[in-house]
């Protein structure tokens, strides 16, 4: 009997930290799968950020690095820099890549580096206790925005990807979503192409994960799922971006 | 004389191992003692290992920071694994029985007793932290029991006075089981 399918290699077989109903497991399962069938566990390098998914190199069989909050993308282009052979990925939340780390962010893609970001966006800072981000939804509330976002005090949702593709060196952005298992299945495709950019040598690639966090949106895992499909993508459109 | 004693407090995210931490701290200032109280949070937002550190001291304490601690007081099974060499070799550990299973015996002192299953008894499972506060101040002696009251009360939110009453009768068990009835 033919074996089809099975827990992925560059997943290790443990239990997760995370919330009940957050994404950050589902997006580390499907990077896992990408790299077993690439076949690319041995040249790959991730760089975990600073966020719920600081430890995720708990949870990966793979070469990880620790970088400062936000500065993943420079750690990432010193690295592909000195070892062009190796696959680079970060892996970063939206505070960690459009808030303290929107400037490494924006030169990393501007100078075209042939690395591939999966950026987790949940429109909160998880670990820190749910507070207002970047990509926050207008009028939702969180522990710095008790009333809801304001335009007129917080000013509108980061669209960090939709920025980053006026840059004429970024080559792929696209958005997806965990919220379905179709949705899921597009995710694991975007990262697949974000992936096979950098091996094949095309440059800059970022996929926008759309990640429920139950615990801060005051929801429970199946009603986060449902905002994200009912609200979420009303602000942030999935599909291909560049 | 100079004292100075430590104590790591370890358990489960939710067992109140922060509150049990700055009730000891909180008590040991009303009487006069220098105190630090150093939490340390993982990156987990819901369950892990949460831990405390406190320092009680007739002199003042130059970091809050415990590399070897005096009194182990340890409220779930995996804090054991991680900190039982976090105890000095002479020092105490007072364990929840109730969800942590001694197995080797070191030459440290050893307290245990269902700090969980008194609480159940109770009426709230949340004050199982006093009970293990009843029984360390009981043990050391370094603290008097009136101050501990005093320093619920104090700490209690003014939506939850109600609250001292449970918090009061876990910290007398405590108290109980050491001294005897």
Redesign the interface.
Do not use: M
């Given at each position: 009997m033919e074996k089809i399918f099975s827990h992925p290699k560059s997943l290790r077989k443990v239990s997760t930290h995370y919330c009940p109903g957050c994404g950050h497991g589902i997006a580390h399962r499907l990077i896992a799968e990408v790299i077993d069938e690439l076949e690319i566990r041995e040249r790959i390098i991730a760089v975990a950020p600073v966020g719920c998914a600081v430890l995720a190199y708990d949870y990966w069989d793979f070469d990880c690095t620790e970088a400062a909050h936000g500065r993943a993308l420079s750690v990432a282009t010193g690295m592909k820099r000195i070892r062009p052979e190796n696959i680079i990925f970060t892996y970063q939340g939206d505070g960690d890549l459009a808030a303290i780390g929107t400037n490494e962010t924006i030169h990393t893609a501007n100078r075209g580096e042939n690395l591939t970001v999966i950026f987790i966006n949940n429109a909160v800072y998880g670990m820190t206790g749910g507070q207002m981000a970047p990509t926050t939804l207008l009028g939702q509330k969180t522990a710095t925005t008790p009333a809801g976002r304001k335009v007129a005090s917080e000013g509108y949702p980061l669209k960090i990807s939709e920025l980053l593709a006026q840059l004429p060196a970024v080559k792929f952005i696209e958005r997806t979503s965990l919220h379905s298992p179709q949705e899921v299945i597009k995710t694991k495709r975007a990262i697949k192409e974000a992936f096979e950019n950098q091996i094949n040598q095309i440059g800059f690639s970022m996929v926008e994960v759309l990640s429920p966090c139950p615990t801060y949106w005051n929801l429970s895992p199946k009603q986060a799922l449902d905002w994200i499909r009912d609200v979420m993508v009303k602000e942030f459109p999935l599909g291909r971006i560049k | 004389m100079i004292m100075v004693e430590k104590v790591i407090i370890a358990g489960a995210g939710g067992q109140g191992i922060m509150v049990l931490g700055r009730v000891l701290a909180e008590a040991a200032m009303r009487e006069n003692k220098f105190v630090t109280w150093l939490p340390a949070y993982?990156?987990?937002?819901?369950?892990?290992t949460a831990y405390c550190m406190v320092i009680i001291s007739t002199q003042e304490i130059g970091s809050p920071f415990i590399d070897k601690a005096d009194t182990l007081i340890i409220m779930n099974q995996p804090s054991l694994g991680k900190f039982k060499n976090r105890l000095s070799k002479k020092g105490l550990l007072i364990a929840n029985s109730s969800l942590v299973k001694i197995t080797a015996q070191t030459k440290s002192g050893l307290l245990k007793q269902p700090f969980t299953d008194i609480a159940v008894d109770l009426g709230n499972i949340k004050v199982a932290n006093m009970v293990a506060v009843g029984c360390y101040v009981a043990s050391k002696k370094n603290i008097h029991p009136e101050t501990v009251v005093k320093a619920i009360t104090d700490m209690a939110p003014k939506d939850k006075l109600a609250l001292v009453k449970i918090n009061k009768q876990a910290l007398l068990k405590g108290i109980e089981l050491v001294r005897g009835k």
């Open positions: - | 993982g990156a987990e937002v819901r369950g892990g």
